[in-house]
């Protein structure tokens, strides 16, 4: 019993710091809301100054109003330098820094940043997985430093 509340406590949470700050209607759903198209922001915790914007298609309906809807695997993401850059610590060549549940336990939208030390950037790719099978749709951005090395692990 326990283990079902773990599992469903993580079903329902979402990344910290992730704000959604626009949405637009794609299909009208006559009960329940619309599909759509959302728009959120996160800050990546380890790098001050910097912000990346994921679009993601959710699902409405009656399923999408309680839920228990399975969003499409569909998402475009865009990383930005929006004020000096900060390091937190020493970065891992890899780490995920961003997960929100796409469908009620089993589906996620993750972001993983992903250092390129030969060219000083910070590459940060959207994905989504499922326990059973994933998806091969996918997008990638990246944020050049260019004032300073970005310190690894």
């Given at each position: 019993m326990?283990?079902w509340?773990?599992i469903?406590?993580?079903?329902f949470?979402?990344?910290?710091?992730?704000e959604?700050?626009?949405?637009?209607?794609?299909?009208?759903?006559?009960?329940?809301p619309?599909?759509?198209?959302?728009v959120?922001?996160?800050?990546?915790?380890?790098?001050q100054?910097?912000?990346?914007?994921v679009s993601r298609a959710?699902?409405?309906g009656l399923?999408g109003?309680?839920?228990?809807a399975?969003?499409?695997?569909?998402f475009?993401i865009a990383?930005?330098q929006v004020?000096p850059i900060?390091?937190?610590?020493?970065?891992?060549?890899?780490?995920?820094?961003?997960?929100?549940s796409?469908?009620?336990i089993?589906?996620h939208?993750?972001v993983v940043r992903?250092i390129d030390?030969?060219?000083?950037?910070?590459?940060?790719l959207t994905?989504s997985d499922?326990i059973?099978d994933?998806?091969?749709?996918?997008?990638?951005?990246?944020?050049?430093?260019?004032d300073?090395?970005?310190p690894l692990?």
């Amino acid at each position: 019993m326990l283990k079902w509340i773990a599992i469903l406590s993580c079903a329902f949470s979402v990344a910290a710091g992730a704000e959604e700050i626009g949405a637009v209607d794609t299909a009208f759903i006559l009960i329940g809301p619309d599909h759509k198209v959302v728009v959120e922001v996160f800050d990546d915790p380890q790098v001050q100054g910097v912000s990346c914007y994921v679009s993601r298609a959710k699902t409405g309906g009656l399923k999408g109003a309680v839920g228990l809807a399975k969003d499409p695997s569909r998402f475009s993401i865009a990383c930005r330098q929006v004020g000096p850059i900060k390091f937190q610590k020493p970065l891992p060549l890899q780490e995920e820094v961003f997960k929100e549940s796409a469908s009620f336990i089993f589906k996620h939208v993750r972001v993983v940043r992903i250092i390129d030390p030969k060219r000083n950037a910070l590459t940060y790719l959207t994905y989504s997985d499922k326990i059973i099978d994933g998806s091969p749709d996918n997008a990638i951005t990246a944020v050049a430093v260019l004032d300073q090395k970005i310190p690894l692990k």
